[in-house]
């Protein structure tokens, strides 16, 4: 059974860093794709950042190139996402996501992903 535990969200100003980390268990380590999504309130839920199996390839959404980095360690099966220059636009629940296969056309889209966490908020002020 898949099981993802999120942790690290909070309150923080703009410019600010946080980092979200993911504890995942029922599967082997490096295995999965996963990846974070975020939901503000009244909007669709978005991809953030997806890193396929082992590290082997990551994508971002482009509102967050060059400011979040996804991270896996394997050994503690607990994925990573460093959220720097934060912005108030940035304000959501994040969630992380995993699934056996994602196509990289549809990594950035929820539909696919069979097994979430219960998310963490994030808050950014100005």
């Known amino acids: 059974q898949v099981q993802l535990v999120e942790s690290g969200g909070g309150s923080v100003q703009a410019g600010g860093s946080l980092r979200l980390s993911c504890a995942a268990s029922g599967y082997t380590a490096g295995s999965y794709v996963v990846a974070w999504f975020r939901q503000a309130p009244g909007k669709d839920r978005e991809g953030v950042a997806v890193?396929?199996?082992?590290?082997?390839?990551?994508y971002y959404a482009d509102s967050v190139k060059g400011r979040f980095t996804i991270s896996q360690d394997n050994a503690k099966n607990t994925l990573y996402l460093q959220m720097n220059s934060l912005k108030p636009e940035d304000t959501a629940m994040y969630y992380c996501?995993?699934?056996?296969?994602?196509?990289?056309?549809?990594?950035?889209?929820?539909?696919?992903?069979?097994?979430w966490g219960q998310g963490t908020q994030v808050t950014v002020s100005s």
């Open positions: 996501a995993a699934d056996p296969f994602v196509t990289i056309r549809r990594a950035l889209a929820p539909y696919d992903y069979d097994y």
């Open positions: 890193i396929y199996f082992a590290g082997d390839n990551t």
